[in-house]
């Protein structure tokens, strides 16, 4: 069996946000394995036991590799996988070189022109009792424009009433609730283009009213992720109608922009479990799904943006979770790459450790992703929250920067419970980091 070593999943949260433990030791998958510090050391010789090690929940799988130029995901034939409690020997690949082009690949490309959003991340938790006004003008201060919220979030509850039968018949609305309509309302009178956030086919909820929309393992039973949750097939016209369906409704709410994410099939998990059959690549099934909310989205005039690993247009192929970069651009005129430094392992791009250079690992991330689908229509997500390194002001602004120089579509802050404190210091040293550099304006200011 060949593995190739490297990536985890993304670090997503939903309300309320439970999964990302500020500061925790790295745990332990498997006896005698190394630490995160020391794993970078591991690799010498083409045959050996993997170590892992998973860092704050399920964030980060680390494999023992060579630190070369790229790392590719831990891999097996059924994609991506979260080791076993006793790894097998496995042949450590070589890791895929970055492929370099002379320019972006034939997509088409985004009409009209994709609009510019600097925004960041609002949980259900931060909705329910803001933002206050005071916030709304501290941020269009700092020169953002656009908050993103969620519609349906990562257990698969839907967050305000919609016309949408199978949210009744399934009994996915969320008590509660938040009244996006008015947030709507209040978030442009401030300055505000609202990007409603979909979570495609993570769904606890929806695959306990329907199992036979869910993802199987061989034995035909529902098949879980490795934190215990289920996931939809979107090869079934029944999930993939219930998306669109969720789309349509958020564009007739007056959202700005419908921003698909965990558009993929599983990372992390007993993959090798998974029933996928091959007579249908992952890649097209996913491919198919944004699709028909494309399609859906079409005569409402609202755009489509997609959220993708970082890694996605970095590696070759769909990096076994379905995300074919220049597949999904055919599509979708906006893709998201997660580019979270915390997220890549070590020696990626060359770097001993991603998550301590965060402008260069955005840049080096936003460089391939232009030469796949063209810079003007990617707005990456940046990492506003720490896992091993502390992040503050310094690293975000370092992030906010590597996305100006590169003229992306703007750029979007994550951080699962909402929360920004080094925004508006993060903002002032990126400007004027920017406005030093030849050629480069600061950043734009109401």
Known sequence: MVIRAGWGNEARGSPPMTAMPARRSPRRLCRGEATLESAAGLAAGASRAIRAAAVA?????????????????????????????????????????????????????????????????????????????????????????????????????????????????????????????KLIATAQTAGFQVVVRIVALKDSRAVRARPD???????????????GQTWLDPRHPEVRQYIASLARAAA?????????????????????????????????????????????????????SVAIFGQSCVVPGDMGIGQQCETLAEHA??????AYPSHYALGAFGLRMPEREPGLTVSRTLQATARRVGIERVRPWLQAFSLRVRYGAAELAAQIQAAETAGTAGWLLWNPRGVYPNLQAAIELAGRRLARAEGLPGLPRP
């Open 213 to 227: 929309l869910a993802l199987h393992d061989l034995e035909g039973e529902v098949w879980r992720d490795a934190s």
């Open 57 to 181: 929940g399920p964030i980060l799988l680390l494999a023992a590799l060579p630190v070369p130029a790229m790392a590719d995901d831990v891999t097996t034939p059924y994609g991506p996988w979260l080791l076993p409690p006793s790894p097998p020997s496995v042949q450590i690949a070589p890791p895929p070189a970055l492929e370099a082009g002379p320019g972006p690949l034939p997509v088409p490309q985004a009409s009209p022109p994709v609009p510019v959003l600097r925004g960041l991340y609002l949980p259900a938790g931060r909705l329910l009792r803001g933002p206050a006004p005071h916030e709304w003008e501290a941020w269009r201060l700092a020169g953002l424009n656009a908050v993103v919220v969620d519609l349906k979030n990562d257990e698969g509850w839907v967050l305000a009433p919609l016309d949408v039968p199978e949210v009744t018949a399934w009994r996915t609305r969320w008590s509660p609730g938040v009244d996006l309509a």
């Open 333 to 338: 005129p906006v893709l998201s790459p997660m």
């Open 252 to 304: 007739a709410m007056g959202f700005a922009e419908v921003h698909l994410d965990y558009i993929r099939l599983p990372s992390e998990g007993a993959l090798h479990r998974l029933d996928w059959s091959p007579s249908v690549s992952r890649a097209d099934a996913v491919a198919a799904l944004v699709a028909e909310v494309a399609d859906a989205l079409e005569p409402t005039g609202t755009p489509l």
